[in-house]
């Protein structure tokens, strides 16, 4: 499944061009390439340059603050944070099921950020490698480049966004890092004035999202060459899926599929995620790199996001989206599509199905009630899981009798994509680099490849602190004896 | 502000150690953004494909405080460049959230990170040369360089910074006032 180009024999004898920072994605991040006196490609490299610390200075802090700081990895999904640790907290309160109200308050609330986040990444972030080519202008190819040579495709891809924004201040009180989860439920529900200023807008922001997906669905069919092979290779994907394996952005379960479509596992309660998922760490970057268990870490890493979850759910519910999906797998042949660049399309039909489902939970009276929090019998570890604009995203969690917690374990979606998007780059690298004079176009062959998954570096740099694992002997008076750490 | 002039000011903006939020907030100006690009070009940023700060930039915006050595070289090189330098939110203000690791030793973090959490299925701390080292603490950037503006919140709203822009570009102090200036 892979190709070798990740570590080189004799780096001292070859020469490193950098493309740092890696631009129009979230956060910080640098590819190195070392060449040799041929413009041989030796060695490509994705670094995460990075790190913060989150995990472990939220140890010590009571489990009622986390949903709050937690979201504060990531500027561009914030609610993804929010919901994944509300989610972790409701099993820590004992909120075995929320009231209808709280779990359609955050399913509003996720589903904005979801049409948020993807707009942001197509229109303001990618459309411009798609609509002006990859080795365009470097001065036209950005946002303010789309704006003067295709007006409304900008014009539409900010509303859209703005959209979503509104979809978050009106259920988390604020824009970025609002407030509206807690555990065991929200804090507020939906007045009728907000819900009626968010549906006097919902039927032309359907229509959008209709139009997205045709745009990226033409660019993507006139030119099968590029699209379909384009930093191809071939893995294992993995999402949750909903009921009856519908797509489902905020609740399921974890399947996982082979690069041939053949489950490799199905129905997973995500509480155990960890007997399923192991990470190897590498010295060149601060990212870890998961994998499957049961398959093992030379193949046992995968894909996560869009193109996963689209071709991983059996069905998606509402109907302008479940239609795009049907014309996506029949394009695709009836195996599963591994082109990067199929990112784009699925990630325009998921917008499309949040911008549906906006509108049918907006029709639903729930949103309005008044019984907004429960909690039941406590327990002290939880999980949360959520599908983030970007992926699978894992929060865990142990609080002691004390409410503070003490270990917190993350795996955020980028992080799931660590080793797909080094592939990408490398096997760009081997087609568009080897043995050509490098240029600013080529290079941005390469962060085109990585834009393809919008990765989002700040969430990946969390990676930091967590419960180390520790055996200590004390005597009958509580002293410490002996202690032993696995290092 | 007048009418647009013929020169646009040239902008440059970054995020250090911080969580990309301050930018989606510029963003929130939404459509506001059209008028802007009348007043203002973008240089680096991470919205554009311009990796190094131009020479003659009027304005440099910082989002995010210092966590490793490369932040503050990214810094430096934005002083030197900017005419007008500001510190947007919590985390180029006074470090924000990434500085609460700061009563922790990195040595430990690391150590208890890449060598002793679980689900590893090996123990290893990242010590490639590529990576930029790691400062022992998280600093706000006006202990590196000369700040002019403060913008403060978590982060501040896209009216705060609409407000702030339109002030600095019809040539006005800029002043947030009641409502818009905010800390959390």
Same mark, same amino acid.
């Given at each position: ?53 989150? +995990? ?35 099993? $820590? ?40 080519? =990859? ?16 007006? +409304? ?23 970025? /890092? ?5 555990? %065991? ?16 807008? $919902? ?47 905020? /609740? ?14 199905? %129905? ?9 998922? +192991? ?44 239609? +795009? ?23 325009? $039909?998921?917008?499309? /199905? ?41 929060? /865990? ?43 600013? %176009? ?10 393809? =998954? ?34 | ?5 013929? !020169? ?7 995020? @250090? ?62 002083? !030197?460049?900017? !005419? ?25 973090? @690391? ?39 403060? @913008? ?33």
């Amino acid at each position: 499944m892979t190709y070798n180009l990740e570590t080189a024999a004799h780096p001292e004898k070859l020469r490193r061009v950098a493309i740092d920072p890696v631009s129009r994605v979230e956060g910080h991040g640098k590819v190195t390439i070392l060449l040799d006196d041929q413009n041989k490609v030796h060695q490509v490299r994705l670094h995460i340059v990075e790190f913060r610390g989150f +995990e472990k200075f939220i140890q010590g802090r009571p489990y009622w603050e986390v949903p709050v700081m937690v979201q504060r990895l990531c500027g561009i999904c914030p609610v993804s944070h929010h919901l994944a640790a509300s989610k972790a907290m409701d099993v $820590i309160v004992g909120a075995r099921k929320l009231t209808p109200t709280a779990e359609k308050l955050r399913r509003l609330m996720h589903y904005g950020q979801m049409l948020q986040s993807h707009a942001l990444h197509f229109f303001h972030l990618c459309s411009p490698d798609l609509l002006f080519g =990859f080795d365009s202008d470097v001065t036209k190819r950005n946002i303010v480049g789309v704006a003067a040579a295709h007006p +409304e495709t900008a014009k539409r891809g900010v509303l859209l966004r703005k959209f979503g924004q509104e979809v978050i201040r009106h259920t988390a009180g604020k824009r970025v /890092h609002g407030t509206g989860s807690v555990p %065991g439920g929200v804090n507020k529900a939906l007045t009728v004035a907000e819900r009626d200023e968010l549906l006097k807008d $919902i039927y032309p922001i359907i229509a959008w999202s209709r139009d997205a997906v045709h745009l990226i669905q033409k660019v993507h069919i006139q030119d099968p060459g590029l699209y379909n092979s384009f930093g191809i290779f071939r893995s294992n994907f993995m999402s949750i899926v909903g009921h009856n394996g519908d797509l489902d952005f905020y /609740h399921g379960s974890l399947r996982a599929r082979d690069d041939n479509g053949k489950l490799i596992f199905d %129905g997973v309660d995500y509480q155990d995620y960890d007997r399923y998922i +192991e990470e190897e760490v590498k010295p060149w970057s601060y990212m870890k790199f998961p994998f499957l268990r049961s398959i093992g870490k030379e193949n046992g890493w995968y894909k996560v996001g869009p193109l996963a979850r689209v071709q991983n759910c059996d069905q998606i519910p509402t109907p302008f989206a479940e239609h +795009e999906r049907k014309e996506f797998v029949d394009y695709a042949g009836g195996t599963p599509m591994h082109a990067p660049l199929a990112y784009h399309w699925t990630r325009m $039909i998921e917008m499309l /199905h949040a911008a549906e489902a906006i509108k049918e939970l907006l029709h639903d009276d729930d949103l309005l009630g008044a019984d907004l929090v429960v909690q039941g019998e406590r327990r002290t570890d939880g999980v949360g899981v959520i599908e983030a604009p970007r992926g699978t995203l894992f929060h /865990h969690y142990r609080v002691d009798e004390n409410d503070v917690v003490t270990m917190a374990n993350l795996i955020v979606s980028t992080t799931n994509n660590n080793q797909a998007m080094n592939e990408a780059v490398r096997h760009v690298a081997r087609r568009y680099l080897h043995g050509r004079e490098v240029t600013e %176009g080529l290079l941005n062959h390469i962060e085109v490849a990585i834009r393809a =998954f919008d990765p989002c570096l700040s969430c990946a740099t969390h990676a930091l602190g967590k419960m180390p694992l520790e055996v200590e002997l004390v005597d009958a008076e509580g002293a410490l004896v002996h202690r032993l750490s696995r290092s | 502000m007048d009418a647009p002039g013929k !020169k646009k000011l040239k902008v440059a903006t970054t995020s @250090l150690a911080g969580c990309f939020g301050c930018h989606m907030s510029f963003l929130d100006i939404d459509e506001r953004l059209f008028t802007l690009l009348d007043y203002i070009e973008f240089d680096r940023s991470p919205l554009t494909d311009i990796k190094e700060v131009s020479p003659d930039c009027d304005l440099g915006i910082i989002e995010g405080g210092l966590c490793n050595a490369e932040n503050v070289h990214v810094l430096r090189e934005f002083r !030197k460049n900017c !005419k007008v330098l500001v510190a947007i939110g919590a985390c180029a203000v006074n470090g924000g959230l990434p500085a609460q690791r700061n009563h922790l030793p990195l040595s430990t973090i @690391l150590e208890e990170v890449y060598h002793t959490s679980p689900g590893l299925a090996n123990g290893l701390i990242p010590n490639d040369p590529e990576l930029p080292l790691p400062l022992n603490k998280v600093h706000p950037i006006h202990e590196v360089v000369k700040i002019d503006y403060f @913008l403060p919140g978590c982060p501040p709203s896209g009216d705060a910074i609409w407000k702030f822009l339109t002030d600095l570009l019809a040539g006005r102090e800029p002043e947030l006032g009641h409502g818009l200036m905010h800390y959390d």
